[in-house]
């Protein structure tokens, strides 16, 4: 029995790295796109929070592991209610990240080195702290700041309810009764999230104006794009209805509702999409858009709207062939009509990492406190990484799980930090499990990450899945990133296209053909036995040739090629 890798690909010089990059056009259409999440990602100055110099001193790292482009979770200036989605000043970098020179210095450096940077944008709510909302409490009813919020009179004799019957994706009721100047109770503000993200009224011409503005200002810093968070909301149903129901108040319910993905989103995104337009460089959007169904979230896509949108049903999809070859042909077939890429995920900030929910039975749901079989679950998620990777258009990468790290599970509940855990009934909020500061050494403090321990305790035996002992190791999880990244860029058949040819193949087994490229992928807890593809190229497990027949081990993709 064998595993196959190929060689990591050399490091380009920095000349090359810069020349690649302006030559690539529609660059997006095939990108792997890795996610820092900057919290925890390197902490340069000791706090245990990492920053952004941290990110700008392991940005040769991403260069070696083969990337395209970084996109960066927010760093600007936030009380830090959400893990700064929660954003006081989208002008200006938080304190506890650097300052905007650092910001700069960043971009400058990516750039040396061939990568492209995307930063998030958060739209549909600000800070409780933003200026705008600060001075809408202080005027008192009647303020114009105020409507540029979603403030309304309560329900009731003496409007102690809620104007409506929404609830907080984070738990609990959507709307918050202020205090107000003189000391009496009054108007109700909404927060999809927690009360300290006050949505946006976007009907007023301000708000759009504003965002315009901020927009212009990033992309005059250098940035080459933005995640926008919630692409969906923004826009709520004209007098904000009673929902009605509270089944599906979830990010990903199976109807429309009132306050998501509302058509006057799409409006906006044409505006935004002429400001793009206007810059050089193939700046992009990628829209954070939870939808009923992958044909909805066609319609961020179209050619006057954005450019990506991150495909939330292929993340949620079991390790099951026939599921798995469902949602690759819908996503495929839904996304050709209006000439966009299709976009792979496995794996972000606000989910169990893939490597414990594949080590899970299926049905738990997308964040699970289970640790589950390990060794099954880092098996599955490696064989999930070369399909993913196999599949035509746009790949994402959450930091760390090239490491095939596992959420952690069993962080006591006096250290958690996400807002959702603190409330009833919304999501599980078990987030923190897999926002855990990284390893980059075996030892040390923090394994690396920093000098002065991490926000989020790191379980020992960390070290052992850090970079540095796995960098060189054969087989190892992030050698196979690298190498299956390395043959990504060099065979012409992978990356850019929206069609794959589905290849007979047993059942539990999915096996297509792009040109000169096959993949496999063995879904079962069993091997199989398939007809050789030509050439082995690499492959997330065993595999062992004989007689123009190769036998792939359970829970096993190979990459092969005819040429």
Same mark, same amino acid.
């Given at each position: 029995?064998?595993?196959?890798?190929?060689?990591?690909?050399?490091?380009?010089?920095?000349?090359?790295?810069?020349?690649?990059?302006?030559?690539?056009?529609?660059?997006?259409?095939?990108?792997?796109?890795?996610?820092?999440?900057?919290?925890?990602?390197?902490?340069?100055?000791?706090?245990?929070?990492?920053?952004?110099?941290?990110?700008?001193?392991?940005?040769?790292?991403?260069?070696?592991?083969?990337?395209?482009?970084?996109?960066?979770?927010?760093? *600007?200036?936030?009380?830090?209610?959400?893990?700064?989605?929660?954003? $006081?000043?989208?002008?200006?970098?938080?304190?506890?990240?650097?300052?905007?020179?650092?910001?700069?210095?960043?971009?400058?450096?990516?750039?040396?080195?061939?990568?492209?940077?995307?930063?998030?944008?958060?739209?549909?709510?600000?800070?409780?702290?933003?200026?705008?909302?600060?001075?809408?409490?202080?005027?008192?009813?009647?303020?114009?700041?105020?409507?540029?919020?979603?403030?309304?009179?309560?329900?009731?004799?003496?409007?102690?309810?809620?104007?409506?019957?929404?609830?907080?994706?984070?738990?609990?009721?959507?709307?918050?009764?202020?205090?107000?100047?003189?000391?009496?109770?009054?108007?109700?503000?909404?927060?999809?999230?927690?009360?300290?993200?006050?949505?946006?009224?976007?009907?007023?011409?301000?708000?759009?104006?504003?965002?315009?503005?901020?927009?212009?200002?990033?992309?005059?810093?250098?940035?080459? #794009?933005?995640?926008?968070?919630?692409?969906?909301?923004?826009?709520?149903?004209?007098?904000?209805?009673?929902?009605?129901?509270?089944?599906?108040?979830?990010?990903?319910?199976?109807?429309?509702?009132?306050?998501?993905?509302?058509?006057?989103?799409?409006?906006?995104?044409?505006?935004?999409?002429?400001?793009?337009?206007? *810059?050089?460089?193939?700046?992009?959007?990628?829209?954070? +858009?939870?939808?009923?169904?992958?044909?909805?979230?066609?319609?961020?896509?179209?050619?006057?709207?954005?450019?990506?949108?991150?495909?939330?049903?292929?993340?949620?999809?079991?390790?099951?062939?026939?599921?798995?070859?469902?949602?690759?042909?819908?996503?495929?077939?839904?996304?050709?009509?209006?000439? $966009?890429?299709?976009?792979?995920?496995?794996?972000?900030?606000?989910?169990?990492?893939?490597?414990?929910?594949?080590?899970?039975?299926?049905?738990?749901?997308?964040?699970?406190?289970?640790?589950?079989?390990?060794?099954?679950?880092?098996?599955?998620?490696?064989?999930?990484?070369?399909?993913?990777?196999?599949?035509?258009?746009? +790949?994402?990468?959450?930091?760390?799980?090239?490491?095939?790290?596992?959420?952690?599970?069993?962080?006591?509940?006096?250290?958690?930090?996400?807002?959702?855990?603190?409330?009833?009934?919304?999501?599980?909020?078990?987030?923190?499990?897999?926002?855990?500061?990284?390893?980059?050494?075996?030892?040390?403090?923090?394994?690396?990450?920093?000098? #002065?321990?991490?926000?989020?305790?790191?379980?020992?035996?960390?070290?052992?899945?850090?970079?540095?002992?796995?960098?060189?190791?054969?087989?190892?999880?992030?050698?196979? *990133?690298?190498?299956?990244?390395?043959?990504?860029?060099?065979?012409?058949?992978?990356?850019?296209?929206?069609?794959?040819?589905?290849?007979?193949?047993?059942?539990?087994?999915?096996?297509?053909?792009?040109?000169?490229?096959?993949?496999?992928?063995?879904?079962?807890?069993?091997?199989?036995?398939?007809?050789?593809?030509?050439?082995?190229?690499?492959?997330?497990?065993?595999?062992?040739?004989?007689?123009?027949?190769?036998?792939?081990?359970?829970?096993?993709?190979?990459?092969?090629?005819?040429?």
């Amino acid at each position: 029995m064998s595993q196959h890798s190929a060689a990591p690909a050399p490091t380009p010089t920095t000349d090359s790295a810069v020349a690649t990059v302006a030559r690539r056009r529609d660059w997006w259409r095939d990108a792997v796109i890795y996610q820092v999440y900057p919290r925890s990602f390197a902490d340069s100055n000791g706090d245990g929070m990492g920053d952004l110099e941290g990110i700008r001193t392991r940005l040769p790292y991403l260069r070696d592991l083969g990337v395209d482009a970084v996109w960066l979770s927010p760093f *600007y200036a936030s009380p830090q209610a959400d893990a700064g989605y929660d954003v $006081a000043d989208y002008r200006a970098v938080d304190p506890m990240f650097g300052t905007l020179l650092d910001a700069d210095a960043l971009i400058r450096d990516a750039h040396a080195l061939g990568l492209r940077i995307i930063v998030d944008l958060v739209p549909n709510h600000s800070s409780d702290q933003h200026e705008w909302f600060k001075r809408a409490l202080a005027e008192g009813p009647g303020s114009p700041l105020r409507e540029r919020y979603h403030f309304r009179p309560g329900k009731g004799e003496n409007g102690e309810l809620p104007p409506n019957d929404w609830e907080s994706i984070f738990g609990g009721p959507a709307w918050t009764r202020v205090t107000e100047p003189d000391g009496t109770p009054g108007e109700w503000y909404l927060h999809l999230f927690a009360p300290e993200q006050p949505d946006f009224n976007w009907e007023h011409p301000a708000v759009g104006d504003e965002f315009r503005s901020i927009l212009r200002f990033w992309l005059d810093m250098g940035v080459d #794009g933005f995640r926008i968070d919630v692409a969906h909301g923004m826009v709520k149903a004209e007098g904000l209805p009673d929902l009605g129901s509270h089944d599906e108040l979830r990010m990903l319910g199976n109807d429309v509702t009132p306050f998501f993905d509302q058509d006057g989103v799409h409006d906006i995104y044409r505006q935004w999409r002429l400001i793009l337009d206007e *810059y050089s460089g193939e700046r992009i959007f990628v829209a954070e +858009a939870w939808t009923p169904t992958v044909e909805r979230t066609a319609n961020y896509v179209r050619p006057d709207e954005l450019h990506q949108a991150f495909n939330f049903q292929y993340l949620a999809t079991h390790w099951d062939a026939a599921e798995l070859r469902g949602v690759i042909d819908r996503t495929l077939d839904s996304m050709r009509p209006v000439g $966009a890429p299709a976009t792979w995920v496995l794996s972000n900030h606000d989910v169990t990492r893939h490597a414990t929910r594949f080590a899970n039975p299926a049905g738990l749901g997308t964040q699970i406190r289970l640790a589950g079989d390990r060794e099954l679950g880092l098996r599955r998620a490696r064989a999930a990484t070369l399909l993913m990777l196999a599949l035509p258009g746009s +790949a994402y990468v959450y930091q760390g799980e090239e490491l095939g790290l596992p959420d952690v599970v069993d962080l006591p509940d006096e250290v958690r930090q996400d807002p959702a855990y603190f409330r009833g009934a919304g999501q599980d909020g078990y987030r923190d499990g897999c926002r855990v500061p990284i390893p980059w050494t075996r030892e040390g403090s923090s394994y690396g990450f920093g000098d #002065g321990g991490s926000w989020l305790p790191q379980p020992e035996g960390w070290g052992e899945l850090s970079v540095e002992a796995q960098t060189g190791r054969p087989g190892s999880t992030l050698e196979m *990133y690298r190498s299956a990244l390395a043959v990504r860029r060099e065979q012409a058949d992978l990356g850019a296209g929206d069609a794959v040819e589905w290849l007979r193949a047993p059942e539990g087994v999915l096996a297509f053909r792009r040109g000169d490229f096959v993949c496999v992928a063995n879904t079962t807890e069993a091997p199989v036995t398939v007809p050789a593809h030509g050439r082995v190229l690499i492959s997330s497990g065993d595999v062992e040739e004989a007689g123009g027949e190769v036998t792939v081990a359970a829970d096993t993709t190979v990459w092969w090629t005819t040429a």
